[in-house]
């Protein structure tokens, strides 16, 4: 019995998980897979928007705008690497000018600091790199770069820090309130009961919803394409370029990371199948198409992997946010689609304040906003890193080549609070895998360590929970002979 359950440990449910772990209240969260950032979540643009492009009044345009206001310290607190690059949204058509105006006078109600129209030279002079056919950029300073994962790691350990249980591969299959206004989850793993609840499902928010609520909702899984280039290709741009809205669409970014590299992307395509997150040769020529109209010379030979998301388009295209009228109790954070990374930190905090209001919760008094992150060796000076490698060996055991990530950070990985229990769990933590080879090398090594640290036989460790196996069998007995 919990007074809040949150279905969902994506940046929605954990942020909200976050925000709410500040209150005296018993809280967990469900999430059907095996860790924290499994869903719309780790596959996406990680970009903070600056607020210009959601239309004024609306909730995604306060969320945004507060998000983006709330994330320099958010970054500071749990040690996650953010950087505000800027954007420029970029116009190649003269008679498309006054769309750039547009966009700057919605940024401007809806708040955003330092917007500026640009002429071509100006923004050629900003990048270089530019289509040959600018002829003028919106420049919106407050936009950033962010890693997803590790925001949505964060958060999750933060809370869970703060007292918040989490519960992983246990799926939500029932809602039902009973008599006395308690809500019954049925799932996987048994029963939880609360006396409210919070629903950031991601895609499937629309579903949970429909179990309680007579005023049907829907939600579309937009799939969104992107290649992801080596570190070479990462200087190409500094700035996150974005295609100009037109009535043809809106065309794709392309962006730094923060790690270094260049990501290009989103396609747009909606699907039935809210698990098609399998990428197709339609949709990655489709970006690559694209990725030119705005940036010339992409080196696209280096693309090192490509990949899809979801996005939870609701069909308002408009944040779901509070409590459902004919099921109190029960709150929405349905519908959370792009800006929906922007906007985490702004909506856990519309939420709990929401939540604390109907409930009467009363602040803890001692709660630690802090989280330290995996130390990265690479921070250190020489001298520091030579006393950590004497000290701790594991630190100079080179595992990831094309990363330089050491058997210490993945044992960190592993045994911090919600450690990774899978290769990709690994991978979105420090990196393991992430580079060139995509993992080519140094899987055999993280299967060792995910072994002998959670006791897990190799035939059990996955790739990325579920039945994504790696080893079937062995084929030979541990004496080397076979079986």
């Not at 320099?72 to 040690?79: S, V, W």
């Not at 009228?325 to 939420?351: K, N, R, T, V």
Request: proline residues 4%; aromatic residues 4%.
């Amino acid at each position: 019995m919990y007074d809040v359950i949150i279905i969902g440990a994506g940046v929605t449910g954990s942020a909200v998980a976050r925000e709410l772990s500040k209150y005296d209240a018993n809280i967990c969260v469900l999430e059907a897979c095996e860790d924290v950032c499994e869903g719309t979540s780790k596959a996406n643009s990680a970009i903070i928007h600056a607020g210009f492009d959601a239309k004024e009044g609306t909730l995604m345009a306060k969320m945004n705008v507060r998000g983006n206001q709330m994330m320099d310290q958010l970054a500071e607190d749990l040690d996650i690497p953010f950087k505000r690059n800027g954007a420029l949204v970029v116009c190649t058509d003269r008679e498309e000018l006054e769309g750039l105006t547009t966009l700057y006078e919605r940024g401007i109600a809806n708040g955003v600091e330092g917007l500026r129209i640009l002429t071509r030279d100006e923004a050629l002079e900003m990048e270089p790199n530019l289509s040959d056919q600018v002829e003028g950029a919106l420049y919106a300073p407050t936009s950033g770069i962010i890693c997803p994962f590790i925001l949505n790691i964060a958060m999750a350990e933060n809370a869970f820090q703060n007292g918040v249980d989490f519960f992983f591969n246990t799926r939500v299959e029932d809602i039902r309130c009973d008599e006395n206004g308690i809500y019954h989850l049925r799932t996987g793993n048994g029963e939880y009961q609360a006396r409210y609840v919070v629903n950031a499902a991601g895609v499937y928010a629309d579903e949970l919803h429909n179990l309680v609520s007579s005023h049907k909702i829907s939600i579309t899984p937009r799939r969104g394409d992107y290649c992801l280039l080596d570190k070479d290709a990462g200087s190409h741009v500094s700035h996150t370029i974005f295609s100009q809205p037109t009535k043809k669409g809106k065309g794709v970014l392309v962006s730094p990371t923060v790690h270094g590299n260049l990501i290009v992307g989103p396609t747009a395509i909606d699907i039935e199948d809210k698990e098609g997150v399998n990428t197709t040769a339609e949709g990655i020529s489709t970006l690559i198409s694209k990725a030119g109209n705005t940036v010339k010379n992409l080196p696209m030979r280096k693309v090192i992997t490509s990949f899809a998301g979801l996005r939870a388009h609701e069909d308002g295209h408009e944040f779901i946010l509070g409590e459902v009228e004919d099921a109190p109790h029960f709150i929405d954070c349905a519908g959370i689609e792009s800006p929906g990374l922007s906007s985490c930190p702004a909506i856990g905090e519309y939420i709990a304040s929401l939540l604390k209001e109907k409930m009467g919760l009363e602040e803890k008094e001692h709660w630690n906003p802090k989280r330290k992150g995996i130390l990265n060796p690479e921070t250190l000076s020489i001298e520091e890193r030579n006393a950590l490698i004497q000290s701790e060996p594991a630190y100079g055991q080179i595992v990831c080549r094309c990363e330089s990530i050491s058997e210490g950070e993945i044992l960190d990985a592993i045994r911090r609070p919600l450690g990774a229990r899978s290769l990709d769990g690994v991978k979105r933590r420090v990196r393991a895998g992430m580079g060139r080879c995509q993992a080519g090398f140094c899987s055999p090594k993280v299967m060792e360590l995910l072994h002998s640290e959670l006791g897990l036989p190799l035939e059990a460790i996955t790739k990325s929970g579920g039945n994504s196996h790696i080893v079937l069998e062995r084929t030979k007995g541990a004496d080397g002979g076979n079986l």
